[in-house]
């Protein structure tokens, strides 16, 4: 046994000399796509786990929170609570018979003169919900109580609601036979009938994609043209594998078949998922996808805006 030596251990110090076993199954590692994941990071951006692989989860529009929708889901961005954008702190409740009396004539000089929330607004009643510019406004030093309560100086005399809030969509992509087009300048403007909901000869599978940056339970429409001919509409998300049907479904746009501001209210998705459409990366997207088998068309459906709806 004279001469034989004991072999030394070292660890590794050089990245060559790193072997990897090529055919252990690292999918269910979650790191098959690190290098393409690296790449398409942006400061700010977060990193969660997906299916099978980490995905990119871009920063919301500020003041927005990160938000879990339980185990196994991926988390997402939505509106803090509180904000005046979501609320008016001091409406008045219109349920009963009300009077505006000045203070000095209440009958009751202890009575609070407060300010109200001016009911002031940058849009029209569109389709239910308001563009909000909040305001605040004095209204002539008077105060509004309820009759029987004018020698009440206890009585409350604002009620507070919550507002739904539309935002400009961060994704409009129209598809003409796997032809997408990227309509998003279109989608955010008011110009009439620049959005081709649908072409101007339906196929099957033809559809529109509306995306935002955080998840949406409204996507609202200005539709100018109304389209006539037949076909039907599915609308679909992504789940981060296939698109999938979206569950409950009320179409006021009647498969784009009628004109004005419409809207399409669905549950929104606990496994919705970001993906790309159109070259526009990192949204949560629905589409409207012709079903029918044999569509005709005599009337193209043309839009002139769109929105997402967020409700705090």
């Known amino acids: 046994m004279s001469g034989f030596q004991t072999p030394m251990f070292r660890g590794i110090t050089k990245l060559s000399e790193l072997l990897i076993d090529a055919d252990k199954?690292?999918?269910?590692?979650?790191?098959?796509n690190l290098k393409e994941l690296a790449l398409a990071m942006a400061r700010g951006d977060l990193v969660v786990r997906g299916g099978t692989v980490l995905i990119k989860l871009?920063?919301?529009?500020?003041?927005?929170?990160?938000?879990?929708?339980?185990?196994?889901?991926?988390?997402s961005w939505q509106p803090a609570g509180g904000g005046l954008r979501y609320y008016y702190p001091v409406c008045i409740d219109l349920d009963h018979n009300e009077a505006l009396v000045n203070v000095e004539a209440s009958h009751n000089k202890n009575i609070s003169v407060g300010?109200?929330?001016?009911?002031?607004?940058?849009?029209?009643?569109?389709a239910g919900f308001?563009?909000?510019?909040?305001?605040?406004?004095?209204?002539?030093?008077?105060?509004?109580?309820?009759?029987?309560?004018?020698?009440?100086?206890?009585?409350?005399?604002?009620?507070?609601?919550?507002q739904t809030v539309a935002e400009a969509v961060g994704g409009a992509v129209a598809d003409d036979g796997g032809v997408q087009t990227d309509e998003t300048t279109a989608a955010n403007n008011a110009t009439e009938n620049d959005m081709h909901l649908l072409p101007?000869?339906?196929?099957?599978?033809?559809?529109?994609?509306?995306?935002?940056a955080h998840t949406f339970g409204y996507a609202l429409f200005y539709i100018g043209t109304a389209g006539v001919g037949t076909w039907d509409l599915q609308w679909e998300y992504y789940n981060g594998t296939v698109w999938v049907a979206l569950s409950g479904v009320t179409d006021d746009t009647n498969n784009f078949k009628n004109s004005g501001h419409k809207q399409v209210?669905?549950?929104?998705?606990?496994?919705?998922?970001?993906?790309?459409?159109?070259?526009?990366?990192n949204l949560y997207w629905i589409r409207g996808r012709v079903t029918t088998t044999t569509p005709s068309t005599t009337t193209q459906s043309l839009g002139n805006q769109a929105w997402v709806k967020i409700t705090a």
């Open 200 to 212: 101007a000869v339906v196929a099957q599978n033809d559809a529109y994609y509306i995306g935002s």
């Open 25 to 32: 199954d690292w999918a269910v590692k979650g790191i098959t």
């Open 130 to 162: 308001k563009l909000l510019k909040p305001s605040i406004a004095l209204v002539d030093s008077e105060a509004i109580i309820t009759p029987d309560a004018t020698y009440n100086k206890n009585s409350a005399i604002a009620t507070a609601h919550t």
């Open 115 to 126: 300010t109200h929330y001016d009911d002031q607004l940058e849009t029209d009643d569109v």
């Open 58 to 75: 871009p920063p919301s529009t500020i003041g927005r929170v990160l938000t879990s929708a339980g185990p196994l889901h991926i988390p």
């Open 265 to 281: 209210l669905f549950t929104v998705p606990g496994d919705w998922a970001v993906t790309t459409v159109g070259g526009i990366a």
